[in-house]
């Protein structure tokens, strides 16, 4: 074995060490009882910190320290860690604890170990209690979840929601909030700084939240984008995430990237721009929607993509406000209702986001003040209610609101802020 025991016992006490001592915002999840989990998203969106507070919740249920086992997988002094390797981990914990009470296990990034799951599924068949965090979406392959068997519950965790966002900053929305000039100003303020910053955890703590993200990006750009998948033209790939950045809010195929990259003097072909888009999506950089009017094919080929986290998008654009405003909705509705069931539809109509679970059409527009503006987003959901009855209809837009009436079809314009308090 790489790593002797006496290393693994030291840092499952550090772990420990860290767990009891650190900052830990309650985010709204119901942990059953006797589930496995398994925790995905992208890097430092906040997965560890689920696992925290699922052992804060254990701790103070009666659950002793010592009969949890939490491991980094990212602490570089396991870097060595083999899948031969990972009983020992048990075995340590075992020896240090004196104890045969199963441990209730906490496995962090265990992607970074090759065969995890097979570990990890002959534990919950011995009826040991697992979480385990994973940066991949590989980890959700076929075959890893035959290997896990139906044996785990899947959640995908997202950047902080503006409620989150509040409570890490140790404030919340005040009752009637939006009809004091005082706390309505403060509120946008708040929001201002989460909508251009994002809602990554880390970011919350910092005043130049925008070099913050640049260096978790790099580090999400270098480590689960190109050392992970062997990336040589490291120049290709990023230009792949730009102009995805700067392709938000329209339909986006592989030939068009593929274009524009070969339009300034670059060599990939399609098929790699197609794998690097993989890439950038299995890393949970980005989330595909598809146009659910499309044919089979085009569904694949052909999606607006959009950034997990506006404080990433905002990395790469200029005079930003109108895509960050899309990009928070579509981030907001797959959070929701899981990325699966939000699409766009693009063929007679354009409608930018429809989930058909709730008959809701939704135009995201910074203004619709302008005349053409106006009648264009109109147009399109009255065209849509033509054919949806009782359909819901939204116009989301930065700060406007109003209802809007023909006929039958009733639009409502409502604020960003005051839609995504009440999602």
Known sequence: MAVNKEVIKQCIIDKREEILSVEVVERPFQFEAKANYVFVGLRRVGKSYM???????????????????????????????????????????????????????????????EHWDKFVRRLADAKYTIYVTGSN??????????????????????PYTFAEYLRANHTELPENWMYSTIEKSRMAGMFNSYFKFGGLPETVYFTNKQSVTQSLYQKIYLGDICARNNIRNSKVMGLVVRKLAESVKQ????????????????SATVTTVSEYINYVVEAWLVLPIENGLAKMSERESVKKYYFIDNGILNLFLFDSDTALL?????????????????????????????????????QVSYSIADFDTRERETRSLYDFAKKHNDAKLLIITKEESETITNGDAVITVIPILEWIENL
Do not use: W
């Open 51 to 113: 696992l925290y507070q699922r052992v804060r919740q254990l701790l103070a249920a009666g659950t002793k320290i010592t009969d949890i086992l939490f491991v980094n997988f990212e602490d570089e002094r396991l870097s060595e860690l083999t899948a031969n390797d990972l009983n020992a981990v048990l075995e340590a914990h075992y020896e240090m604890s004196g104890s045969g009470i199963k441990p209730v296990l906490f496995f962090d990034e265990i992607q970074n170990i």
């Open 251 to 266: 339909p986006t195929s592989y030939n068009r990237i593929h274009n524009i990259i070969k339009s300034i003097g670059y």
């Open 137 to 158: 979406a590989k980890m959700l392959s076929n075959d890893v979840a035959t290997t896990l068997g139906g044996r785990f519950l899947i959640h995908n965790v997202y």
């Open 326 to 362: 899309e990009n928070m909705v579509a981030v907001a509705l797959c959070r929701k209702y899981g990325r699966e069931n939000v699409t766009f539809l693009k063929s007679n109509i354009e409608i930018d986001f429809y989930v058909e679970q709730e008959n809701l059409a939704i």
